[in-house]
Structures are given as structure tokens and as C-alpha cells.
T-cell receptor, first 114, second 114 residues
Framework: DVKVTQSSRYLVKRTGEKVFLECVQD?????MFWYRQDPGLGLRLIYF???????EKGDIPEGYSVSREKKERFSLILESASTNQTSMYLC?????????????FGPGTRLTVT | AQKVTQAQTEISVVEKEDVTLDCVYE???????LFWYKQPPSGELVFLIR??????QNEISGRYSWNFQKSTSSFNFTITASQVVDSAVYFC???????????FGKGTMLLVSP
């Protein structure tokens, strides 16, 4: 089974802090994704990566950056956390590029910025 | 632009009732894939089914069935004889051409009471 793990289930940070959310997948998947999930808005794509050191902006990249130094690890970075970034963050991976491949999700990190 | 609409925000049923979750999509692609995911209270999205645009055959898996109608751009999901364990948020998603990104609907929360 594919396993996608996220470093924390719950995280509380202060406004202005730099925040790192880590995601690791163990199935040699090429693609990795970061989403945020908010009530009434569904899942919105922040960034994705289709290869090591490659990244593409999703629908809402403002205020975020990402890093993928190794194939199995994809990090989401909040350079200066703000209260409007309080949300559930979901990481996902898929085997390869193309519309056929389903995504596998981690358990999510619920981030609260105070 | 791609769009997925799940008009039902929340549905409440009593155990053993049948329930249908609606999904309507918009795309200009001729080849695309549609997906359903389940998000139980634990938070992790679970892949349920994939259907490609050329296969309009309905699918049944146990108590779950899916009805894909290209003429109405719909991909509806029916749970027969619902159970409390079916309580979750269900997301419909549409593949985007090129990379493996998905456009998600806003989800339908299903509450099944005993």
C-alpha cells in the first residue's frame, strides 16, 4: 500500500513565524501535491511537483513556497505565517504524470496561526 | 476552465436508506478522467473510483454504484442500504490535461444516523 505521511497532525504557530510542513511518500511516486482544505471551499491546489527540484504553481500559491530536494519528500513553506493561512493542509502523491493516475493522500496537518 | 459542481452540501439519511450524491462537471477536453474520493472523520482522502470519458458503462462495487452520463456531464454516486460507516465527506474530481492535477468539487457531507 502507498503510504503518505505528514510530519504533524496538529500545529499551532504565531503570526510571522516561518512554518515548514513536511510530506513523505514511500512508493517512488513522481508527482506530489499540496492542497489546503477549508469549509465550503473544498480542496484547493497550492503547488505541485512532477520531479525532483521541479515545481509548478497551483491555484493559490500566494504566501507559500515548496521544496523538493528528494523524490520522496515534498515540503510546504509558509515564509511568514498569517492568520488567513489557518487551515487543513493535505499532501498527496501520484505514480506518474498524466490524467489517469489517482492521487494518494496523507492524513493532513491542521495548522492554526494565532 | 474546468469545473466540478457538487450541489448538495450536506445530506442526512437514516441507516439502510439509499442515497445518491450528485456531481456535474465542465471541461473542454475530449479525454478526461473522473474520480470519487471519500474523506472519513479521520481526515485522509481515500480513492474510490476512476472513470474515463470513453467508458460510460455504469459500475457497481458492493453497495456502491456510479452512473456516468456524458450527455448531461454527470457522474453520480449511489450508496445502497447506507450504513453509519458511510458517514464522510465525498469529493468528485476531474482530471486536468497535461499534468496529473485534479479539479475537486466542494464536497458533499453525508451523515448516516442509526
Amino acid at each position: 500500500d502507498v503510504k503518505v505521511t505528514q510530519s504533524s497532525r496538529y500545529l499551532v504557530k504565531r503570526t510571522g513565524e516561518k512554518v515548514f510542513l513536511e510530506c513523505v511518500q514511500d512508493m517512488d511516486h513522481e508527482n506530489m501535491f499540496w492542497y489546503r482544505q477549508d469549509p465550503g471551499l473544498g480542496l484547493r491546489l497550492i503547488y505541485f511537483s512532477y520531479d525532483v527540484k521541479m515545481k509548478e504553481k497551483g491555484d493559490i500559491p500566494e504566501g507559500y513556497s515548496v521544496s523538493r530536494e528528494k523524490k520522496e519528500r515534498f515540503s510546504l513553506i509558509l515564509e511568514s505565517a498569517s492568520t488567513n493561512q489557518t487551515s487543513m493542509y493535505l499532501c498527496a502523491s501520484s505514480l506518474s504524470t498524466g490524467p489517469y493516475y489517482e492521487q494518494y493522500f496523507g492524513p493532513g496537518t491542521r495548522l492554526t496561526v494565532t | 476552465a474546468q469545473k466540478v459542481t457538487q450541489a448538495q452540501t450536506e445530506i442526512s439519511v437514516v441507516e439502510k436508506e439509499d442515497v445518491t450524491l450528485d456531481c456535474v462537471y465542465e471541461t473542454r477536453d475530449t479525454t478526461y478522467y473522473l474520480f470519487w474520493y471519500k474523506q472519513p472523520p479521520s481526515g485522509e482522502l481515500v480513492f474510490l473510483i476512476r472513470r474515463n470519458s470513453f467508458d460510460e458503462q455504469n459500475e457497481i462495487s458492493g453497495r456502491y454504484s456510479w452512473n456516468f452520463q456524458k450527455s448531461t456531464s454527470s457522474f453520480n454516486f449511489t450508496i445502497t442500504a447506507s450504513q453509519v460507516v458511510d458517514s464522510a465527506v465525498y469529493f468528485c474530481a476531474l482530471s486536468n490535461s497535461g499534468y496529473s492535477t485534479l479539479t475537486f468539487g466542494k464536497g458533499t457531507m453525508l451523515l448516516v444516523s442509526p
